[in-house]
């Protein structure tokens, strides 16, 4: 049944494979592997059965016949485990493409690269013209002594840094903030693991592309038989937090906020503009994640967006919303709006956040389900009583959303370049100030 179905889907997920600059060989090796599969077991079985039936014929035989039977049941055995290695062989290769298949695309995202991204909206001016000179975030960092970069370089390698005094502060302030203003809307806050099972960090889609070098720390060890992982952000453990759950469509939507570190193995191009802090290995971030019906995955969507919005504005930060495009989605996301902020330092946009409706991608991978309503409705409310064949009829698969609330090191970065001042001292935005000793309304 399940090939009939993929054979007549198959060329709508290869289309949107292409759509979003995927290789489209896995959905051809999926159809292919799938066949495969269901020859041998159906040939494990009709091995299982013939097996059944010589062990029947040794407990029957006579001593004379039974040598005969014990060696076929031998024969037998080994060709069973032959067939089950190639079973367990294909099953691996298996789960290997179909993790390399996609979510699918919203029909109003737009196609191409992130070239084609859709501005949706602009909010404050861009800080191109002063009075003064601008300074870019590494060059304010040096003359007040906030980041540095030098020593972490010998300690740690590239793309490594010291926060030192008011930037220690200053990341300590926008952690708070962001979880506070999470907490306000809603969002029960949680402190998550930095390390997880590399196969839930798959799970939520953050396995490498085909010929594609891992962004993904890897921290097994030889005495484990257990892949592990760093996190690239915190939505891998709070989607973790929701694994193997079956939630009562009226306890939905889930709402949790997040801090963690996070680590990403990516080199980037190495050019002026990703300089300082822009693209680094280890950062502090906190992140939002929801768990909801299909039915509220969409309105989510806008609720996560709002609250980043409103969080950047009360920061006085120039910034705009994109719609973006297929070939920038990644493996999860369905839909993704992208947040930049204009950094006077390079004179340019930066990425600071992102919001994606992952729909039910990560909850088929990560088993997070929901039991509808109508289930109380129509057959009671003593749901533990009755037998699963008559409850999964109410059961689906839940949505899962997630946005960054404060990825630490590009807001330092806006920060710092949008409120410089002519005195070379740096604004501070008063949401912050609380969390700051003395509550200093400029670092100088």
Same mark, same amino acid.
């Given at each position: 049944?399940?090939?009939?179905?993929?054979?007549?889907?198959?060329?709508?997920?290869?289309?949107?494979?292409?759509?979003?600059?995927?290789?489209?060989?896995?959905?051809?090796?999926?159809?292919?592997?799938?066949?495969?599969?269901?020859?041998?077991?159906?040939?494990?079985?009709?091995?299982?059965?013939?097996?059944?039936?010589?062990?029947?014929?040794?407990?029957?035989?006579?001593?004379?016949?039974?040598?005969?039977?014990?060696?076929?049941?031998?024969?037998?055995?080994?060709?069973?485990?032959?067939?089950?290695?190639?079973?367990?062989?294909?099953?691996?290769?298996?789960?290997?493409?179909?993790?390399?298949?996609?979510?699918?695309?919203?029909?109003?995202?737009?196609?191409?690269?992130?070239?084609?991204?859709?501005?949706?909206?602009?909010?404050?001016?861009?800080?191109?013209?002063?009075?003064?000179?601008?300074?870019?975030?590494?060059?304010?960092?040096?003359?007040?002594?906030?980041?540095?970069?030098?020593?972490?370089?010998?300690?740690?390698?590239?793309?490594?840094?010291?926060?030192?005094?008011?930037?220690?502060?200053?990341?300590?302030?926008?952690?708070?903030?962001?979880?506070?203003?999470?907490?306000?809307?809603?969002?029960?806050?949680?402190?998550?693991?930095?390390?997880?099972?590399?196969?839930?960090?798959?799970?939520?889609?953050?396995?490498?592309?085909?010929?594609?070098?891992?962004?993904?720390?890897?921290?097994?060890?030889?005495?484990?038989?257990?892949?592990?992982?760093?996190?690239?952000?915190?939505?891998?453990? &709070?989607?973790?937090?929701?694994?193997? =759950?079956? #939630? !009562? $469509?009226?306890?939905? %939507? @889930?709402?949790?906020?997040?801090?963690? *570190?996070?680590?990403?193995?990516?080199?980037?191009?190495?050019?002026?503009?990703?300089?300082?802090?822009?693209?680094?290995?280890?950062?502090?971030?906190?992140?939002?994640?929801?768990?909801?019906?299909?039915?509220?995955?969409?309105?989510?969507?806008?609720?996560?967006?709002?609250?980043?919005?409103?969080?950047?504005?009360?920061?006085?930060?120039?910034?705009?919303?994109?719609?973006?495009?297929?070939?920038?989605?990644?493996?999860?996301?369905?839909?993704?709006?992208?947040?930049?902020?204009?950094?006077?330092?390079?004179?340019?946009?930066?990425?600071?956040?992102?919001?994606?409706?992952?729909?039910?991608?990560?909850?088929?991978? &990560?088993?997070?389900?929901?039991?509808? =309503?109508? #289930? !109380? $409705?129509?057959?009671? %409310? @003593?749901?533990?009583?009755?037998?699963? *064949?008559?409850?999964?009829?109410?059961?689906?698969?839940?949505?899962?959303?997630?946005?960054?609330?404060?990825?630490?090191?590009?807001?330092?970065?806006?920060?710092?370049?949008?409120?410089?001042?002519?005195?070379?001292?740096?604004?501070?935005?008063?949401?912050?100030?609380?969390?700051?000793?003395?509550?200093?309304?400029?670092?100088?």
């Amino acid at each position: 049944m399940f090939s009939i179905l993929l054979h007549h889907i198959r060329p709508a997920i290869a289309s949107n494979l292409a759509l979003r600059n995927y290789d489209t060989e896995p959905i051809h090796r999926v159809e292919k592997l799938y066949k495969q599969r269901t020859a041998l077991e159906l040939q494990t079985e009709q091995l299982r059965i013939d097996r059944n039936a010589i062990q029947q014929k040794i407990r029957e035989s006579s001593a004379s016949d039974r040598e005969h039977y014990v060696q076929e049941a031998k024969e037998h055995k080994e060709q069973l485990r032959k067939v089950e290695m190639q079973l367990a062989a294909i099953d691996n290769e298996l789960l290997e493409q179909a993790l390399q298949i996609p979510n699918e695309t919203h029909v109003d995202a737009p196609h191409g690269s992130e070239i084609n991204a859709r501005v949706i909206k602009t909010i404050g001016e861009p800080l191109q013209q002063t009075t003064f000179p601008l300074e870019d975030h590494v060059s304010i960092a040096q003359r007040l002594d906030l980041i540095d970069f030098e020593q972490a370089s010998l300690i740690s390698g590239s793309k490594f840094y010291y926060l030192k005094g008011n930037a220690a502060w200053l990341e300590w302030a926008l952690i708070q903030y962001a979880m506070q203003k999470a907490a306000s809307r809603g969002f029960e806050p949680v402190l998550t693991p930095d390390v997880v099972r590399t196969s839930i960090a798959y799970g939520c889609g953050f396995q490498p592309r085909k010929k594609e070098a891992s962004q993904i720390y890897d921290v097994s060890t030889p005495s484990s038989n257990t892949q592990m992982c760093l996190i690239g952000t915190a939505e891998i453990p &709070l989607a973790g937090l929701m694994a193997k =759950k079956m #939630f !009562k $469509e009226d306890t939905l %939507p @889930k709402r949790v906020v997040g801090f963690s *570190h996070a680590f990403r193995a990516e080199a980037g191009h190495g050019s002026a503009e990703e300089r300082g802090l822009y693209r680094v290995h280890q950062f502090s971030k906190v992140e939002l994640f929801t768990v909801t019906t299909p039915e509220q995955s969409e309105a989510m969507l806008e609720e996560l967006r709002d609250l980043q919005e409103d969080m950047f504005r009360e920061l006085g930060l120039c910034f705009r919303v994109l719609d973006m495009p297929t070939e920038e989605l990644g493996a999860s996301a369905y839909r993704k709006y992208d947040i930049e902020a204009w950094m006077p330092g390079k004179n340019g946009w930066g990425e600071i956040s992102s919001t994606s409706n992952c729909t039910d991608y990560q909850s088929r991978r &990560l088993d997070i389900r929901y039991l509808s =309503k109508e #289930f !109380k $409705e129509q057959v009671g %409310p @003593k749901d533990i009583r009755v037998p699963w *064949h008559v409850k999964e009829k109410w059961v689906d698969y839940c949505h899962t959303l997630n946005g960054t609330a404060m990825a630490v090191p590009r807001v330092i970065i806006a920060l710092l370049e949008t409120h410089q001042r002519p005195d070379g001292t740096i604004h501070v935005p008063s949401p912050l100030r609380k969390w700051i000793p003395g509550e200093p309304s400029v670092f100088q």
